[in-house]
Structures are given as C-alpha cells and as structure tokens.
C-alpha cells in the first residue's frame, strides 16, 4: 500500500510547525522514503512549490537510519 502525500498536507504540518515556533528551511529539508515497492520511489514531493529531496537513509546523532 502506498500512501501520497499532497502538498497541501506537507503546507499544513510546515505551518503546524511554525505555531509552535520551528521554521523549516526547504533549502535543507529531506524526506525519508519508507517504501518496500522499489518502483513507487519516483513520487515528487513539495513544500511551497519547491521540491524536497528524497532519500532511503540518512545519518541522525551518528546512527545511520534506513
């Protein structure tokens, strides 16, 4: 099952966000692709009309989280 996320959606958690005081910088903003059908990884997500960067793994606090 593969879940779509609008922008609409990711325009509402930002602003979610920015009530409680965090500014997202879009410039610097990734998502982690949680996917077990490999072919669905081309889906395009954007922030404001700007497209954020989607990746399998990232490392947080030096741990690699994938």
Known sequence: ????VTEEE????KDAAVGTGLVT???KTKYLRININITNLG???RMDGQ???GVQNFRYLGALIN
């Open 51 to 53: 497209v954020l960067e």
């Open 25 to 27: 910088n879009k410039s």
């Open 10 to 13: 990711v325009t509402h958690i």
């Open 43 to 45: 889906q395009v997500l």
């Open 1 to 4: 099952m593969m879940v779509r």
